[in-house]
């Protein structure tokens, strides 16, 4: 099955025994009669499993190539999850260019319990080699990253992953599955905060993983349940049905997103533009090779280079919405410095170039000329 038909029918079969829907119903019911102690269809506790979850953590496997999904309330629960596979005196080894909440979840929660966090770039992946010790566990990458949109070869880090035995987790949340298949580059996890491109409606939180391996599978399903952040069914029917259209969707990100970069890198009023499209990004090769296409997040900077500027920009957006998110049909912008990413000290902020003139947009499905146009005018205020 190819991925276009898999957003659709992956894992589908058979949701329905009762009717047929088509769709799978909406199995809102936090418990199951048995017909003795034990004797359950499958379902005994909506925290364990619901049917309608299970249909789109079986779409979620599909999509990603993997054989094992998990859906969970947030994209920031699924995470959690996966660092409860580890214990104090454990490291962890993380993109330094990382989502805020990521970020934050790792050194304010997790330092607590005595796991230890590098932070690190990996543009170069042999520079992750020197911070490997006896004690690493895992590796943790985003790419593209949020909000600079650096690129990490994959498969270059699966390789020293494998080499030391370690885990491989991505984030995939900006690429999605239409773009880039990290289980198949070598990674052992692919992560998706399913809020943003699978969803792909702002109308709901949630996250996803999606491994191959069973073992690895059966311990977080036991986390999962253990520690409870599932997601709902209601919330996991609008991500299936999400699914359905991501690649018809990412296919329209994609085309608007080359269109905007290559409007704002004419722009006498921009600095910067950050988009993996161009053949001048640093990573450029490796977006070429690891992904299908470039997807519709871009960052950039004024020239004034300015806290103002950039703010006054924003402010003056019509069709774009100023606002937090990412991956929904409709084209938003953000501040990174004072809204994603305000989690992170201002220190670590700068190092990574997230500078107070940065302006993060997700372009979305709307008529490109429209966004076009109403980046002119609000660059030209
Ligand atoms: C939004 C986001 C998250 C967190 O997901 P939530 O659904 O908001 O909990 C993690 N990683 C990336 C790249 C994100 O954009």
Redesign the pocket.
């Known amino acids: 099955m190819k991925f276009n038909t898999k957003t659709i029918h992956g894992g589908q079969e058979n949701t329905d025994p009762a009717y047929g829907s088509v769709m799978p119903p909406i199995y809102q019911t936090s418990t199951y009669s048995q017909s003795t102690p034990g004797g359950h269809k499958g379902f005994e506790y909506s925290r364990s499993g619901n049917p309608t979850r299970a249909a789109l953590e079986n779409s979620l496997a599909s999509i990603e190539n993997g054989k094992y999904g998990l859906a969970f309330a ?4 699924a ?1 959690d999850a996966v660092i409860k596979l580890f214990k104090p005196g454990d490291e962890i080894i993380s993109t330094n260019d990382l ?1 805020g ?2 970020y934050r979840l790792f050194t304010s929660i997790f330092e607590n319990f005595g796991i230890k966090f590098r932070f690190i770039s990996m543009h170069n992946s042999e520079d992750i080699e020197q911070y490997i010790n006896e004690n690493t566990k895992l590796i943790w990458v ?1 790419t593209p990253t ?1 909000p600079m949109m650096n690129i990490i070869d994959i498969q270059a880090v699966s390789k020293i992953a494998k080499k030391h035995k370690l885990l491989l987790g991505v ?1 995939n ?2 690429a999605t599955p239409y773009l880039q298949q990290p289980l198949d580059l070598g990674a052992d996890l692919v992560m998706h ?4 491109y699978l969803g792909g409606h702002s109308d709901v ?3 996803s993983l999606v491994v191959k391996d069973e073992e690895l599978a059966e311990k977080l399903y036991f986390i999962q349940n253990a520690s409870g952040g599932v997601a709902g069914p209601q919330d996991s029917f609008l991500v299936l049905r999400g699914i359905k259209t991501l690649h018809l969707r990412m296919q329209r990100h994609c085309e608007n997103g080359e269109a905007v970069a290559k409007f704002l890198k004419s722009h006498p009023k921009v600095a910067q533009v950050y988009w993996p499209g161009f053949e001048d990004h640093p990573n450029h090769d490796i977006a070429r090779k690891q992904m299908s296409g470039f997807g519709g997040m871009i960052s950039f900077t004024t020239s004034e280079n300015t806290l103002k500027s950039a703010v006054k920009v924003v402010e003056n957006l019509k069709v774009f919405t100023l606002a937090e ?2 991956g929904g049909v409709e084209s938003l912008a953000g501040h990174p410095a004072s809204m994603t990413h305000a989690s992170i000290p201002m220190e670590e902020r700068a190092k990574t170039g997230v500078v107070d003139s940065l302006i993060r947009l997700s372009v979305g499905v709307e008529d490109e000329g429209d966004l076009v146009e109403d980046l002119k005018q609000a660059l030209e205020k």
Do not use: C, Q, R, W
Request: proline residues 0%; charged residues 15%; hydrophobic residues 35%.
């Open positions: 947030s994209g920031l629960a995470i989502y909440g990521s985003e949020n984030d949340t900006f905060s399913a809020t943003k939180v949630m996250g998110s990412l």
